[in-house]
């Protein structure tokens, strides 16, 4: 089945650095690739939709200047938390579609960040 | 606005009965609907999915139902089993946004 592989999958930073978080489908070509956040207890909230060679579609409310999204790749998408506080700290999940039009969206394992 | 809904937060059954999870939904633009079940920590994983033009589609222990007429659909697991512990999500193929969940719980 198709696997997606999401690194790291936990990261302790201190505040004001950034991180990047990387996500890549293993065994298909991801033309949509989706970024996700949780806060402990809630549900997956849509942070962004990319596609390969095109720029990010944020949803509102979500800073595209503090959530750099790069989908350069049919096979690689990097979300970089910038200058990154302790309210950035939460769970974040990539997925991705791939390009044989299957309904399904795979799952990376997700990343855990904690902003010291 | 959220388009699917599922409003029970958390459902808890026997093991060996019938677990039934719940999702409403607004729009009825979509090709399918998808299930997923997610552990804490963990990316969701990819349980069924029902086509727009079908009304049931079933796969070993879980079937999906899908009423347009009502914009509803439901997830049947039977028997359940302890492993099938987790939160399940519906989510909508064309808009890719989940809704809050329903946490099951079996019990031994």
């Known amino acids: 089945g198709a696997v997606v592989s999401q690194h790291p999958s936990w990261v302790i930073c201190k505040s004001g650095t950034s991180v990047k978080i990387e996500c890549r489908s293993l065994d298909f070509q991801a033309t949509t690739m989706f970024w996700y956040r949780q806060f402990p207890k809630q549900s997956l909230m849509l942070m962004a939709t990319?596609?390969?060679?095109?720029?990010?579609?944020?949803e509102q409310g979500v800073e595209k200047d503090k959530f750099l999204i790069n989908h350069a790749s049919l096979t690689l998408s990097t979300l970089t938390v910038t200058s990154a506080h302790p309210e950035d700290s939460s769970f974040y999940i990539c997925?991705?579609?791939?390009?044989?039009?299957?309904?399904?969206?795979?799952f990376g394992s997700g990343t855990q960040l904690s902003v010291l | 606005d959220q388009q699917v809904k599922q409003n029970s937060p958390s459902l808890s059954v026997q093991e060996g009965r019938i677990s039934i999870l719940n999702c409403d939904y607004t729009?009825?633009?979509?090709?399918?609907f998808l299930w997923y079940k997610k552990y804490p920590a963990e990316g969701p994983t990819f349980l069924i999915s029902?086509?727009?033009?079908?009304d049931k589609n079933e796969d070993g222990r879980f079937t999906v139902f899908l009423n347009k007429s009502a914009k509803h659909l439901s997830l049947h697991i039977v028997p359940s089993q302890p492993g099938d512990s987790a939160v399940y999500f519906c989510v909508n193929n064309n808009d890719m946004r989940f809704g809050a969940g329903t946490r099951l719980t079996v019990k031994p």
């Open positions: 029902i086509s727009s033009i079908k």
């Open positions: 997925s991705a579609t791939n390009t044989g039009g299957n309904e399904k969206l795979f």
């Open positions: 729009n009825s633009m979509f090709d399918y």
């Open positions: 990319s596609n390969e060679g095109s720029k990010a579609t944020y």
